[in-house]
């Protein structure tokens, strides 16, 4: 298989993460969305280092995992603390902070 | 062999990419992401990376995607309403989504890389191996693996602190919060 392959099929998971992100409206699916478009990269990444012959992507692919997961943890927890203050889990009503 | 395995486990992860964005019900969204992590998890098999499929499956599939199920259980089904607030955003959310994956393969098929086309460069047999990975991260990128450390201690005290509970609550603790942060952490370790 060429690595190119890998390529198309890695845009085509982040253009679907992008236009969820875009579309849905709940800040856990969005957070989702977000580890569709992290793993979009991770995949591109692994295939490059393939491609190259160097292991070193694959260590960037790690590193992208664990700030993923990073993320993960904090989004939730915003998310709960959200939902136990009673504010609506939709980021269209979340815009007290926009300028 | 290795055509019909790109094939299948490409399929499941488009599928579980959209499943995750179509399905209403976040909980279902939830465990479409687990079918796209494992086959992302075989990809990643298929590109000799052994070590990233492995912990694939046990951080995300496994730890982190628990978080996932805890909250989607603890938050609910929420109404999504349909109003839009930027007109015919429904419509141009898609539209921007396939204006990007054009754009992303045209630079990825007019490309000059010449590597690209082949099936790779000549890989030693250890290539992605735990023993491989494992010495290239605690020689060469010492510095990163410490600041990835750090970073993960410092999300897990930020989750707690987050959802913690707090005086004036009359909810129930959520203590499973911060012991999954910390089985996350471990198992990303």
């Given amino acids: 298989m060429d690595v190119t392959w890998y390529l198309v099929l890695s845009a085509l998971l982040f253009a679907i993460g992008a236009g969820g992100v875009l579309i849905r409206?709940?800040?856990?699916?969005?957070?989702?969305?977000?580890?569709?478009?992290l793993n979009?990269?991770?995949?591109?990444?692994?295939?490059?280092?393939?491609?190259?012959?160097?292991?070193?992507g694959q260590?960037?692919?790690?590193?992208?995992?664990?700030?993923?997961?990073?993320?993960?943890?904090?989004?939730?927890?915003?998310?709960?603390?959200?939902?136990?203050?009673?504010?609506?889990?939709?980021?269209?009503?979340?815009?007290?902070?926009?300028? | 062999v290795v055509q019909v395995a790109f094939f299948v486990a490409a399929i499941g992860a488009l599928g579980g990419a959209i499943a995750v964005v179509g399905l209403r019900n976040p909980f279902y969204s939830v465990l479409a992401l687990v079918v796209h992590l494992v086959s992302l998890a075989a990809l990643f098999l298929l590109l000799y990376a052994q070590f990233i499929?492995?912990?694939?499956?046990?951080?995300?599939?496994?730890?982190?995607?628990?978080?996932?199920?805890?909250?989607?259980?603890?938050?609910?089904q929420q109404e999504e309403p349909l109003y839009e607030?930027?007109?015919?955003?429904?419509?141009?959310?898609?539209?921007?989504?396939?204006?990007?994956?054009?754009e992303l393969s045209i630079a990825i098929l007019g490309t000059a890389l010449s590597s690209l086309?082949?099936?790779?460069?000549?890989?030693?047999?250890?290539?992605?191996?735990?023993?491989?990975?494992?010495?290239?991260?605690?020689?060469?990128?010492l510095t990163v693996f410490e600041a990835a450390s750090m970073l993960?201690?410092?999300?897990?005290?930020?989750?707690?602190?987050?959802a913690g509970r707090r005086r004036d609550d009359t909810d129930r603790p959520t203590s499973e919060r911060g012991s999954a942060g910390g089985r996350a952490e471990e198992a990303a370790r």
């Fill in chain 1, 25 to 37: 409206r709940s800040p856990l699916v969005i957070l989702l969305c977000l580890e569709l478009m």
């Fill in chain 1, 40 to 56: 979009a990269g991770n995949l591109a990444l692994v295939a490059f280092s393939r491609a190259v012959g160097n292991e070193e």
């Fill in chain 1, 59 to 99: 260590v960037f692919a790690l590193i992208v995992m664990v700030v993923a997961a990073c993320e993960v943890v904090v989004g939730l927890g915003l998310i709960v603390a959200i939902f136990r203050r009673r504010l609506p889990l939709n980021v269209d009503d979340l815009r007290d902070l926009r300028g």
């Fill in chain 2, 53 to 76: 499929a492995a912990a694939q499956v046990v951080v995300y599939a496994g730890a982190v995607m628990v978080l996932y199920v805890f909250v989607a259980a603890y938050v609910g």
């Fill in chain 2, 85 to 102: 607030p930027i007109p015919g955003q429904r419509l141009l959310a898609p539209l921007l989504g396939v204006a990007l994956f054009v």
């Fill in chain 2, 117 to 141: 086309s082949s099936r790779g460069a000549q890989i030693p047999a250890s290539f992605g191996t735990p023993t491989s990975i494992g010495n290239l991260l605690l020689e060469r990128f």
């Fill in chain 2, 152 to 162: 993960l201690l410092v999300a897990a005290v930020g989750a707690v602190v987050l």
